[in-house]
């Protein structure tokens, strides 16, 4: 998400982390369930449709639905796109990379994540992007413990990103999540130049989805006026890929929450 929001830093209730745990895990189960939908001749509108049934199945309000104006259940991103894309009725195709987005409600708390998939061969270049995202996340999921402060974590995102020698999206990235979709605090890729306050030590209850956002070229964005905030798009319209995983800091360490119920992240299919 952007960088702007105003909803407050806060720590949840066990009780609260069990309603976002349920409301990230339909999250996931609609990820597996849509995933060998995922491939080449399919539209993301059709992906887009599959999303929505299966979060109202499972109880759930697909969140992202009129979310700042948003047109539809799931957001994509595809190849040079980086996020919030509405979807379209164009054909997948052998290499395309493509990010399915998805944002769940439940009982007044939200889930978020986010995967990209290769659709049938994809060249070196846009599986190594999207392995660097998966990389990330698994040094997120290392890092975010009681005690580390915002500012490590988020030194440790931006090396495994610049190490691999990608773009890393400036203007975007992870944010708190609870009793709305967005909320503090923004937690950006990188660390170099950025401007924002990063000294928020991590505790038992915080909730945040950490968003890597990462280029084949410039960090630079560009918005498309499709819709009432626009699809981004990497300035000089090379590959991006984007994963999201939602992380609550346990006592001794963090759990991440948008996973089925056997503990998988529902792309396992593809
Ligand atoms: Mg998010
Ligand atoms: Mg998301």
Not at 10 to 28: G, P, Y
């Amino acid at each position: 998400m952007s960088k702007n929001r105003d909803k407050p830093v806060t720590i949840k209730s066990d009780r609260e982390i069990d309603l976002m745990r349920t409301a990230n895990r339909m999250v996931a189960e609609t990820f597996r369930k849509v995933t060998p939908m995922v491939k080449e001749g399919a539209t993301t509108q059709e992906i887009n449709d599959a999303v929505d049934t299966c979060i109202r199945e499972q109880g759930g309000r697909p969140s992202f639905l009129g979310l700042y104006g948003f047109p539809a259940s799931a957001c994509f991103a595809t190849n040079e796109e980086i996020v919030h894309a509405p979807p379209s009725k164009k054909k997948l195709k052998s290499g395309d990379i493509v990010t399915v987005d998805i944002g769940v409600e439940y009982k007044g708390y939200y889930g978020d994540s986010a995967r990209t998939y290769g659709i049938g061969k994809i060249s070196p270049l846009a599986q190594a992007l999207i392995d660097n995202c998966k990389d990330v996340l698994k040094i997120a999921e290392e890092t975010i413990r009681p005690g580390t402060r915002l500012l490590d974590l988020c030194l440790a995102m931006e090396k495994c990103i610049s190490d691999a020698g990608f773009g890393i999206v400036r203007d975007y990235g992870g944010h708190g999540i609870g009793r709305y979709p967005h909320e503090d605090p923004f937690i950006p890729n990188y660390v170099a130049g950025y401007n924002g306050d990063l000294s928020l030590v991590l505790r038992k209850g915080h909730v945040i989805c950490i968003e890597p956002m990462v280029t084949a070229g410039t960090y630079k964005t560009k918005i498309i006026d499709d819709w009432n905030l626009g699809t981004v798009i990497t300035k000089d319209r090379k590959l991006s890929a984007h994963w999201e995983d939602c992380f609550a800091v346990t006592d001794e360490g963090c759990e991440v929450l948008d996973r089925t119920e056997d503990g998988k992240d529902g792309t396992e299919l593809n």
